[in-house]
T-cell receptor, first 114, second 110 residues
Framework: DAMVIQNPRYQVTQFGKPVTLSCSQT?????MYWYQQKSSQAPKLLFH???????NEADTPDNFQSRRPNTSFCFLDIRSPGLGDAAMYLC?????????????FGSGTQLSVL | QKEVEQDPGPLSVPEGAIVSLNCTYS??????FMWYRQYSRKGPELLMY????GNKEDGRFTAQVDKSSKYISLFIRDSQPSDSATYLC??????????FGKGTRLHILP
């Protein structure tokens, strides 16, 4: 009954080799978010989509890109991963914009960079 | 001063004890307060969502908000080993963005 599904659960890539993480949702929510969470740190918002409208956080590096081809799917592309990009990447959804909405998270993709 | 402060722990308590988890925040404009539970290598799961000052209870969990002190708490009664996880407080700022704490690691000892 998973509602926000992230694939793969674990991803290993090489320094500088592009990688794509995927997220799908069965909730039909309008908003999809990508967070980066490093060990023992708070989740950090990278960007979000409201429908097809893309909203980038000011401090998100250009190395991170995203695509949302339809309501159900959203992708995170890391163009040239560095060692500092090793982290858990979390996808989340909400029906509409905050604040009167709840976030639903996927199980995350743990990215390792060798 | 950080916007949201949370003791990282770890906090170890015996099974059956009452657990108290806390966060302080600096921005008096925060209006919405949440607690998330995160098991190791999993995504956060929403436990409690409150708007105003006071208490909100859901089963063994009670969320408490004191806006005058800028202090929120989560109490877990009759703690179980399955409650062992990291607990993240979170609040929504005036720009409608969620600000998370770093989380407190909780261990319930059988």
């Amino acid at each position: 009954d998973a509602m926000v599904i992230q694939n793969p659960r674990y991803q290993v890539t090489q320094f500088g080799k592009p990688v794509t993480l995927s997220c799908s949702q069965t909730l039909n929510h309008n908003v999809m978010y990508w967070y980066q969470q490093k060990s023992s740190q708070a989740p950090k918002l990278l960007f979000h989509y409201y429908d097809k409208d893309f909203n980038n956080e000011a401090d998100t590096p250009d190395n991170f890109q995203s695509r949302r081809p339809n309501t159900s799917f959203c992708f995170l592309d890391i163009r040239s991963p560095g060692l500092g990009d090793a982290a858990m990447y979390l996808c989340a959804t909400s029906e509409k914009h905050l604040p009167n909405e709840k976030l639903f998270f996927g199980s995350g993709t743990q990215l390792s960079v060798l | 001063q950080k916007e949201v402060e949370q003791d990282p722990g770890p906090l170890s308590v015996p099974e059956g004890a009452i657990v108290s988890l806390n966060c302080t925040y600096s921005n008096s404009a925060f209006q919405y307060f949440m607690w998330y539970r995160q098991y190791s290598r999993k995504g956060p799961e929403l436990l409690m969502y409150t708007y105003s000052s006071g208490n909100k209870e859901d089963g063994r969990f009670t969320a408490q908000v004191d806006k005058s002190s800028k202090y929120i708490s989560l109490f877990i009664r009759d703690s179980q080993p399955s409650d062992s996880a990291t607990y993240l407080c979170a609040m929504i700022d005036p720009r409608d963005k969620i600000i998370f704490g770093k989380g407190t690691r909780l261990h319930i000892l059988p």
